[in-house]
Structures are given as structure tokens and as C-alpha cells.
């Protein structure tokens, strides 16, 4: 998994805005085993690729959830309830470059779209990372747009899906947009958002009004 440099920008804008200015002992959870592409080595004078690294030297406490293992990384499965009481309510900061759409809960793609299993696995990583941030969370997401990457993962979304997760759960929308995100290709759009956790409340709707938000 590669952070790109419009993710890392996307960050800090979005923390920024949030009026976190600093990351020095922020809780921060990180989505998956990541990479720091060239250009944000580049631009952000980072000698090691690694994502953990960067955020450690800026004196954060990092966790980085990736069922390889690699590089300090937690093995949760985030289509299940979080094992761990620790992580509930616990996260400053939750960071998503490209993750949420390889949750639907089996290691291969299912040959049908649209079934229970796959959706209660969605449903259920979204609930998860609303549980283990506390209220004032940032959460920080670049996704596959609907339509744009055919065959990459296995779910693909659009505004108004992030428009119905922040509505519902009352969060506090900080940006919001649809942009290109490689640079080595002009086909790749994704969603751009994050948003601030206002209220400690169950996430909502429920896995059967959530999964008509979704797209393949």
C-alpha cells in the first residue's frame, strides 16, 4: 500500500483544519502497512519510505492495522467487532489511504455483488473505526471513486456516500471532493474526505439501510 502525495497533503490540511497543528502525542491509528511513494519523500524531505517511521520521528503514537505483520503492524480483523477494549474510543487521528475497500471479510473476491456477508463486513469496518475514535477523532479518507478504478478492490464510493455517513452520524465535515490521485495515470478518481467526531453514539443506520449506500 503507497501513500501518495495528494494523500499526505490531504493530511495535513485536513488536521490543520481541525486545529491540530502538532501530532506529538496524538493517538493515531493508520489503516494498513504503508508506503511513502517517491514524490512524498521528495516534497517532505522523508528519508525512510515507511509510513510508521514518519509519523513516529513527528512523535505521535502510532498503530498501523495490516494482517501481514510487516513492520510493527497489528493483525485486527476490522469486519469484526474489535477485539481489544484498549482501541475502543482511544484513536486522535484515523488515517484511511486506500484501505476500506478491500473490507468485505474473505481473503477472495465474492462472484456475486450485493450479498449479506460482504455488506455486514463493510458496514461492520465503518463501525469500527467510529468506535475506536474518541470524540474530536479527525478521520481522513482517500478512496476509489464509483466508476474509476474497475476490478481494484471490491467496493467504490461516491460523495453522497460520505454525505450520508456524516449526516447520520452527525459528524462535522471538514472536506469533501472528487480529484485524480496518481500521477502516473489521468484514469484514477477518488474520494477525498474527513471529518471531525462530534458525539459518542452507537454508529448508525444499521448494516441494512448502510449497504444502499455502497457501489461496486
Same mark, same amino acid.
Given at each position: 500500500?503507497? *501513500? ?7 493530511? %495535513? ?8 497543528? #502538532?501530532?506529538? !502525542? ?14 512524498? #519523500? !521528495? ?6 519510505? @515507511? ?14 492495522? !495490516? ?27 484515523? *488515517? ?16 456475486? %455483488?450485493? /450479498? ?6 463493510? %458496514? ?18 482517500? /478512496? ?35 480529484? #485524480?490521485?496518481?500521477?502516473? *495515470?489521468?484514469?484514477?478518481? @477518488? ?5 471531525? #467526531? ?19
Amino acid at each position: 500500500m503507497g *501513500t501518495h502525495i495528494d494523500s499526505l497533503d490531504f493530511f %495535513w490540511e485536513s488536521v490543520k483544519s481541525a486545529g491540530i497543528a #502538532k501530532l506529538k !502525542d496524538k493517538q493515531m491509528l493508520e489503516l494498513g502497512n504503508q508506503i511513502m511513494r517517491q514524490d512524498v #519523500k !521528495d516534497k517532505y524531505k522523508i528519508r525512510s519510505g @515507511y509510513s510508521k517511521i514518519y509519523f513516529l520521528n513527528l512523535r505521535c503514537h502510532h498503530t498501523a492495522i !495490516d494482517w501481514n505483520l510487516k513492520d510493527g503492524t497489528v493483525p485486527i480483523d476490522m469486519c469484526i467487532p474489535i477485539p481489544l477494549k484498549r482501541y475502543i474510543n482511544n484513536f486522535d487521528i484515523v *488515517t484511511d489511504f486506500g484501505c476500506m475497500e478491500h473490507y468485505w471479510g474473505d481473503e477472495k473476491k465474492p462472484k456475486e %455483488w450485493g /450479498l449479506d456477508k460482504e455488506m455486514v463486513a463493510q %458496514w461492520q469496518s465503518w463501525k469500527n473505526i467510529h468506535d475506536m475514535g474518541k470524540v474530536g477523532c479527525v478521520y481522513i479518507h482517500t /478512496l476509489p471513486f464509483l466508476g474509476s478504478v474497475p476490478g481494484h478492490g471490491l467496493f467504490h464510493y461516491d460523495l453522497p456516500f460520505f454525505e450520508n455517513v456524516c449526516k447520520h452520524n452527525n459528524y462535522e465535515l471538514i472536506s469533501l471532493y472528487k480529484q #485524480k490521485h496518481d500521477i502516473r *495515470t489521468d484514469a484514477r478518481d @477518488y474520494a477525498f474526505c474527513s471529518y471531525v #467526531k462530534k458525539e459518542d453514539k452507537p454508529f448508525v443506520p444499521g448494516w441494512e439501510v448502510f449497504k444502499e449506500w455502497l457501489h461496486r
